[in-house]
């Protein structure tokens, strides 16, 4: 009989599990395998899925979302892959230098904003640094099913090339990498053109490199509905504000170095959420009054909603002002 699953009062329920495996792929990339507590199988997901990785840190909750890059139909494990940011709030620094093999952590259940369409003829993937990790368990799906498949993937440089050198010994006819300090770059106007119809394009990686695949092949004439991106934004720090929250009856002070998602929560308020990364629009909130400005940083209001001020995405958005009434 299996265990019934932990709820939480918000956002997806979640797994207790124990690192199995913790492994530098290098300098700036540690892959993180898991198994279950319960010796229960995991959930199967679909390639392209994120889990949120709940971190325990000296008492403060970090909660992070991270792709699944294990084969989907593999129930015996999950596996992540984390790029160490120095800059960061401390997520993935805390990954790196405190989580070690045998430790209980928790993850959510998998959630997928990235999925493939499986009506696709043919799959072009186009992945950045580490922005390959939900290509790795989009791939092994499509392999699973003869899917028809083309990766191409730029780094840095051979070292810092995360999985680059697996992936083309595995599938040479398949991966494509280019090497950013050899000035070689992927060539996306030809590869655009004359794609068989029905091919669906893919990219997950840097800001830059998403804006640039998007335009690319609207100027191309590509449908918006076949190019499919993924892009979690981190949290940024900023300075501190306060909140009014008009149904919960309360004001809370959100900290330099906490999201107002965070905030909320460290408060008891009960606030959606599932990305925690500005893609899946859980915790729109709406604005009843402000007296300042936004700093939007989410993916999932448009530029007109975000010039309305009348909603915040409170999971990486913040505010700086006088004052902020929310309808939480
Ligand atoms: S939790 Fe997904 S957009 Fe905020």
């Not at 280019?178 to 997950?204: E, F, H």
């Amino acid at each position: 009989m299996s265990a019934a699953p932990q709820k939480t009062k918000s956002g997806a329920e979640q797994i207790e599990v124990t690192v199995s495996a913790v492994v530098p792929v290098n300098d700036l990339v540690t892959r993180f395998e898991f198994s279950r507590v319960d010796g229960q199988p995991f959930p199967t997901f679909s390639g392209g899925a994120h889990t949120v990785v709940i971190m325990n840190d000296d008492g403060r909750r970090r909660m992070n979302p991270y792709s699944l890059m294990s084969d989907p139909a593999d129930t015996s494990t999950y596996a992540i892959s984390v790029r160490r940011d120095d800059a960061g709030r401390g997520g993935s620094l805390f990954m790196h230098t405190q989580v070690k093999v045998g430790d209980v952590m928790t993850l959510s259940y998998p959630v997928n904003l990235f999925s493939l369409d499986l009506r696709a003829r043919k799959n072009l993937f186009f992945a950045g640094g580490i922005g390959i990790t939900p290509f790795l368990s989009m791939i092994a799906q499509l392999e699973r099913m003869n899917g028809n498949w083309e990766l191409h993937y730029s780094v840095r440089s051979a070292d810092l090339g995360t999985y680059a050198d697996d992936l083309k010994t595995k599938y040479p006819n398949n991966v494509h990498v280019y090497y950013d300090d050899q000035s070689q770059s992927i060539p996306l106007t030809d590869l655009l053109d004359g794609q068989p119809l029905g091919t669906n394009a893919y990219v997950c990686g840097p800001k830059g490199m998403i804006a640039w695949v998007h335009a690319s092949a609207k100027e191309a004439g590509w449908p918006d509905a076949q190019v499919h991106s993924e892009e979690f934004t981190a949290p940024q720090p900023g300075k501190p504000f306060e909140v009014r929250l008009c149904k919960s009856d309360m004001t809370i002070k959100v900290g330099e170095n906490e999201s107002l998602l965070e905030a909320l929560e460290r408060e008891g308020v009960d606030a959606p959420f599932l990305c925690r990364g500005g893609a899946c629009g859980q915790c729109e909130t709406t604005v009843v009054s402000h007296d300042g400005e936004f700093i939007h940083r989410d993916h999932w209001l448009d530029d007109d909603q975000h010039a309305s001020g009348t909603k915040i995405m409170p999971c990486v958005s913040r505010f700086v002002g006088a004052s902020l009434l929310l309808d939480r």
